[in-house]
Nanobody, 125 residues
Framework: QVQLVESGGGLVQAGGSLRLSCTASGRTFGNYAMGWFRQAPGKEREFVAAVNWIDSITYYANSVKGRFTISRDNAKNTLYLQMNSLKPDETAVYYC??????????????????WGQGTQVTVSS
């Protein structure tokens, strides 16, 4: 498994932006599909975005499409999530995830086998 550490969370006003980072170690980063999920208090963990391992095709939840951008820098073993036009209901702990499995549904949390500890994002109204 790969070890993941998120950073970049914080407090931002509605309409503002944040960029999350996830640094990986332990395995060859480029062999992993990567994703971002979030979990608000009392709610289930939900898919935000993912990027495939071989062709870097990206996938987004409909709710963030056009505002969030997922990207990866394999040379730096780092995954990013640029979040723009943030909304108060997007307050949550954001988790980075990785999987080496192929031909899977990258929108499902169960497809990922390595998780970071999470970073808190708070959007004030």
């Amino acid at each position: 498994q790969v070890q993941l550490v998120e950073s970049g969370g914080g407090l931002v006003q509605a309409g503002g932006s944040l960029r999350l980072s996830c640094t990986a170690s332990g395995r060859t980063f480029g062999n992993y599909a990567m994703g971002w999920f979030r979990q608000a208090p009392g709610k289930e963990r939900e898919f935000v975005a993912a990027v495939n391992w071989i062709d870097s095709i990206t996938y987004y939840a409909n709710s963030v499409k056009g505002r969030f951008t997922i990207s990866r820098d394999n040379a730096k073993n780092t995954l990013y999530l640029q979040m723009n036009s943030l909304k108060p209901d997007e307050t949550a702990v954001y988790y980075c995830a990785a999987t080496s499995r192929k031909n899977i549904n990258l929108r499902g949390a169960g497809s990922f086998d390595s998780w970071g500890q999470g970073t808190q994002v708070t959007v004030s109204s």
